[in-house]
């Protein structure tokens, strides 16, 4: 039953987009009732976004090779239908598709498919794919104005109207173009430093405001609960961010690391035993001593040496120095606290 199959992934995937496993069964089953060109824009935007991930790359280069044998004209030869001609006439539009996929394009290649791509856009207007394409290589161009033409003209069709994704994209899109600012001022003016600090604050209240309509209109998203609450807390809104914490803790995937964040605050606020406990607590849910618990972990024991708790301190840093002596300064506050024994 794919299609009812769809159904459940598309809501797990909304819910979480950046659970890999989810990602890459929702593009399996997408393909398998005939959505493959949507299958392959999910793992190309997952893609993009962890470029080292090799099960991610796995799966696009699977999907590439299942387009291949249902379009290129192969299932045709097996059935003994179709013919090599058939194959070798798409050889070329393979061949512009393999270009696309590429993390990295050169100039040259992106010019050439933004040529290629606008010619299409101009006959289809509402071809979603198309538009994202453009808006990405104008965007990888460090044109950022058209790049969001592009993303708005995607929000005017039907099926961007709804699309969280094309929202976080102009979001994205927005902060590089902040950050482009920076790169373009000269570092020796006097009013650099000034100017750095403006450009950076301008930037960090656009992404509370636009995730804040983030949130207004998905109120019970928890994932952008959990990214509004990492912006506050960035930018010392501490008890905003306990909210957005509160509330994004009661999603499982967030859980983690919204009530590590929350114990945070906690510290800041230096409500230290709230901070304790609730650090032990999101402790406790760790089977797995992975980078998440060391922080956890880590972050405990900094709460004990602000309350002056040496050996409560050194009890915590002890557990990351005896798997990973090279975690942050661990090795040095162990190594101090031994050596004053």
């Not at 809501?11 to 089953?29: A, G, M, R």
């Not at 059935?79 to 990295?104: H, P, W």
């Not at 804040?212 to 509004?228: C, F, G, H, S, W």
């Not at 230290?272 to 999101?282: D, G, I, N, Y």
């Amino acid at each position: 039953m794919p299609k009812t199959a769809v159904m459940s992934f598309d809501v797990l995937f909304k819910n979480n987009p950046k659970d890999k496993n989810v990602t890459i069964q929702y593009s399996n089953v997408l393909a398998e009732i005939g959505q493959a060109q949507l299958a392959e824009r999910i793992l190309m935007e997952s893609s993009r976004l962890n470029p080292s991930d090799p099960d991610l790359h796995q799966a696009l280069k699977d999907l590439s090779a299942r387009k291949t044998l249902n379009e290129g004209g192969y299932e045709g030869l097996a059935s003994g239908q179709g013919s090599y001609r058939d194959i070798l006439r798409n050889e070329q539009e393979a061949k512009s598709l393999e270009q696309a996929n590429r993390v990295q394009k050169t100039e040259d290649q992106a010019e050439r498919l933004i040529r290629e791509y606008e010619v299409e856009v101009k006959a289809q207007p509402n071809n979603v794919r198309r538009l994202r394409d453009l808006a990405e290589l104008y965007r990888q161009k460090k044109d950022f104005a058209k790049s969001l033409e592009y993303y708005e003209r995607i929000k005017a069709t039907e099926a961007g109207a709804s699309d969280a994704s094309i929202d976080a994209a102009i979001a994205q899109t927005k902060s590089r173009q902040f950050d482009y600012q920076i790169e373009q001022l000269d570092a020796t003016a006097p009013d650099y430093t000034e100017r750095v600090a403006q450009i950076n604050a301008d930037k960090q209240a656009y992404r509370i405001a636009e995730c804040q309509k983030r949130v207004d209109r998905n109120p019970t998203d928890l994932a952008i609960r959990y990214e509004m609450g990492v912006l506050y807390f960035n930018a010392g809104k501490i008890t905003e961010a306990m909210a957005e914490f509160q509330k994004a803790k009661n999603n499982p995937n967030k859980k983690g690391p919204s009530m590590n964040y929350l114990a945070q605050c906690f510290a800041k606020r230096k409500m230290f035993p709230l901070a304790v406990s609730t650090f032990q607590e999101a402790i406790k849910e760790k089977q797995i001593f992975d980078d998440e618990k060391k922080e956890l972990v880590y972050n405990l024991g900094t709460v004990f040496e602000a309350m002056e708790k040496t050996k409560e301190a050194i009890e915590q840093f002890e557990q990351i120095y005896a798997i990973d002596i090279g975690y942050k300064d661990v090795a040095a506050k162990v190594d101090k606290f031994y050596s004053e024994q």
